[in-house]
Nanobody, 121 residues
Framework: VQLQASGGGLVQAGGSLRLSCVVSGRTFGTYATGWFRQAPGKEREFVAAITWSGGSTYHAGSVKGRFTISRDNAKNTVYLQMNSLKPEDTAVYYC???????????????WGNGTQVTVSS
C-alpha cells in the first residue's frame, strides 16, 4: 500500500484547507486510514481516522467539530477537511493505513509523505 498526501499550505487563522491522501495498492478497500500530525519538537499526534467502508470515523478532541475525515473509494482518496484553523494546528500532516480503526500511530503499517500546514495568527 502506498500513500501520497497533498493539500497543505499557508492559511490565516479561521481559514480552511482540505488535505487529500491518495492510496494505491490492491488492498486499499480493506484498510482503515488515519491522519496524524507532528509539530516541531512535539510528538506525533492522532487527528482522525476512518474505516475502509467510511461507516465509522473517529476524531481527536482537539479537532472535533472543526475537522472532518471522509473517503471516496472510487477515487482511492481519503480527505481531511479542516475548518476554523488555529495557529496550534500548524504541523506536518501525515496519512497512514492500518488494518483496523485506531488512534495509536504504532498500529499503522503504511505511511505516506507529509504535507505542511501552517496557520498564521
Amino acid at each position: 500500500v502506498q500513500l501520497q498526501a497533498s493539500g497543505g499550505g499557508l492559511v490565516q487563522a479561521g481559514g480552511s484547507l482540505r488535505l487529500s491522501c491518495v492510496v494505491s495498492g490492491r488492498t486499499f478497500g480493506t484498510y482503515a486510514t488515519g491522519w496524524f500530525r507532528q509539530a516541531p519538537g512535539k510528538e506525533r499526534e492522532f487527528v482522525a481516522a476512518i474505516t475502509w467502508s467510511g461507516g465509522s470515523t473517529y476524531h481527536a478532541g482537539s479537532v472535533k467539530g472543526r475537522f472532518t475525515i471522509s473517503r471516496d473509494n472510487a477515487k482511492n482518496t481519503v480527505y481531511l477537511q479542516m475548518n476554523s484553523l488555529k495557529p496550534e494546528d500548524t504541523a506536518v500532516y501525515y496519512c497512514a493505513a492500518a488494518a483496523v480503526l485506531d488512534s495509536i500511530w504504532a498500529q499503522y503499517d503504511y505511511w505516506g509523505n507529509g504535507t505542511q500546514v501552517t496557520v498564521s495568527s
